[in-house]
């Protein structure tokens, strides 16, 4: 598996990831200009064959004009250490993996929350679960969230 790190994902991660996925770089690395453009990136991932790993919805509308491949893993998980975010790509590995096999562009990877009862706040509880989209194939997305989410023991 390919992945390329957006610029909104610290370039340190790239030494850690590349065991766990293979081949790992990062925008600031693969020589395009720095700031470097959004479509600049995807066209060097549908070029050279990498999955892009991001945290801006700017690929999500890239990939909505413009189809895939590239294909597109979104973070929706707020603000995160990089050891954070390594140990959450490190654990949703295996998603992602299916994620590249399949027919589908895009997989959103989001922490999810659970209500506090006693004081009403929110708090981690360590559960993640993706959304695979694609307009054209949206009959497999409810398909997909329950397997995903019986896979991952979260509950309705």
């Not at 998603?95 to 004081?119: A, H």
Request: proline share 4%; charged share 25%.
């Amino acid at each position: 598996m390919k992945i390329l790190l957006d610029a909104n994902i610290s370039w340190k991660l790239v030494n850690i990831l590349k065991p766990v996925f293979g081949e790992c770089s990062h925008v600031d690395l693969i020589g395009l200009d720095v700031p470097v453009e959004d479509i600049d990136i995807w066209n060097y991932a549908q070029d050279n064959g990498y999955i892009i790993v991001t945290k801006d919805n700017d690929f999500v509308d890239l990939l909505e004009v413009k189809g895939f491949p590239p294909k597109v893993v979104l973070l929706k998980t707020g603000n995160n250490s990089s050891q954070a975010l390594a140990a959450l790509l490190n654990k949703t590995e295996p998603m992602i993996k299916d994620f590249e096999n399949s027919n589908l562009g895009l997989l959103e990877i989001v922490n999810s929350r659970e209500v506090n009862k006693n004081t009403c706040s929110e708090e981690p509880n360590n559960e993640l679960f993706g959304i695979w989209k694609n307009k054209k194939d949206i009959k497999n997305v409810d398909q997909f969230v329950r397997n995903l989410r019986k896979k991952n023991n979260i509950n309705d």
